[in-house]
């Protein structure tokens, strides 16, 4: 199957994030794909300094980001995820973390206790948008950052799909289009200021959304 079929699967099972994650978990750490590689280098481009920061990582998955904010001096650094699979694998890559298992957008965390949060890949995953970028803004402090990546809304428009593999067959994650116009509307609404936006493109087609964002 070549890496493009991969991406236009039709008939592919459709799972929801925590169903797909959860079973996806066994080889997230390992697996390498141009959507999650340009994420996480356009993640990597944006990042502030975080030496000395509190750190928070929304949909931490196994934690690849957690374990960056560490070697990047942060002081405490805490993940969310929807899968307990992932967190379990988290947990043990990442052992000095703090990991929570949420369900919704309602952090278990304190109002204004991080300076950075970065949500990868994972808001696409969100249907309606407001109330996540709201409890994001409640526990970021004045002034910080908020890095995020998004599957592009004209790759979702052209027909591509979140999908992974396991054991020979191909899924999709259930996944909902936010144009970088959402994505300012909700985002200011919320009280959140964008700073950067990056778009990155594969085989000619936007494929990531990424976006610096400055909590006001």
């Known amino acids: 199957m070549s890496s493009l079929t991969k991406y236009f699967t039709p008939k592919a099972p459709i799972l929801s994030p925590k169903d797909a994650y959860d ?49 990047m001096r942060a002081s405490r650094v805490v993940g969310l995820d929807i899968s307990g699979k992932m967190i379990d694998r988290a947990s043990i890559l990442t052992p000095q973390t703090e990991f929570h298992r949420i369900e919704t957008s309602d952090y278990p965390l304190l109002e204004e206790s991080f300076d950075v949060a970065i949500s990868a890949l994972v808001i696409g995953h969100i249907q ?19 890095i995020i990546t998004d599957f592009h809304s004209t790759a979702a428009s ?5 999908t992974f593999e396991y054991n020979g067959q191909i899924y999709v994650v259930e996944h909902h289009i936010h144009t970088l116009e959402i994505y300012k509307e909700k985002l200011a609404q919320s009280g959140f200021r964008i700073d950067r936006v990056l778009e990155r493109s594969w085989n000619n087609t936007p494929v990531v959304l990424a976006l610096k964002v400055v909590r006001e």
């Open 23 to 71: 079973l996806w978990a066994e080889s997230y750490a390992l697996e390498s794909n141009p959507i999650k590689m340009l994420s996480d280098e356009s993640v990597t481009t944006l990042l502030p300094d975080m030496t000395g920061k509190a750190v928070l990582d929304i949909g931490c998955g196994t934690g690849f980001f957690c374990r960056k904010a560490w070697d």
């Open 128 to 146: 309606s948008v407001k109330a996540t970028f709201q409890e994001i803004h409640r526990v970021l402090r004045k002034n910080g950052t908020l």
């Open 158 to 162: 052209s027909g591509m799909k979140r």
